[in-house]
């Protein structure tokens, strides 16, 4: 017969694996998502004959969101520049396509924020290379 430490052990690595498989769906819906948006835009680009700066940079963000879901899917963890990249390619997209940025001070805030963010990315991977992390170190941290 268990014991109630079995039990609970058991009880715990079943809800492991329901969380972990509704992961997995969820990146399947993302990535689906994704395809479909990026799908309906390459199909609204063969429509009108015209390709700008801003559907290629929208392209290149779908491009990203792929990639995070199969890091995503592989590692099973998120590195934290890959948002931090599509938030950067966002920004330039929306300064270069949207006419309420042509006030001088709203580009200057929306390149400042590309730049802050350039930072936290070099800060993150500094971070990273600095103190890489051990598997000890990872190991408490998947069991937190």
């Not at 039990?7 to 329901?18: D, F, N, P, T, Y």
């Not at 479909?36 to 390709?51: D, N, P, Q």
């Not at 998120?78 to 330039?92: H, K, N, Q, S, W």
Request: hydrophobic share 55%.
């Amino acid at each position: 017969m268990a014991t109630r430490l079995e039990l609970a052990l058991l009880s715990a690595r079943g809800v492991g694996k329901g969380i972990r498989l509704l992961e997995y769906v969820g990146l399947v819906i993302v990535l689906a998502a994704t395809l479909l948006a990026g799908g309906h835009e390459v199909w609204r680009m063969f429509s009108s004959g015209k390709v700008g700066i801003s559907d290629l940079l929208l392209l290149f963000m779908y491009l990203e969101m792929v990639s995070m879901v199969e890091t995503y899917w592989r590692m099973g963890k998120l590195p934290v520049r890959m948002p931090l990249y599509i938030a950067m390619v966002g920004i330039a997209r929306h300064l270069m396509a949207d006419s309420s940025y042509h006030d001088p001070w709203l580009m200057i805030a929306g390149a400042g924020a590309i730049v802050l963010l350039a930072v936290g990315v070099f800060i993150v991977r500094y971070g990273h290379l600095r103190f890489p992390y051990t598997q000890a170190s990872e190991e408490a941290t998947d069991r937190e």
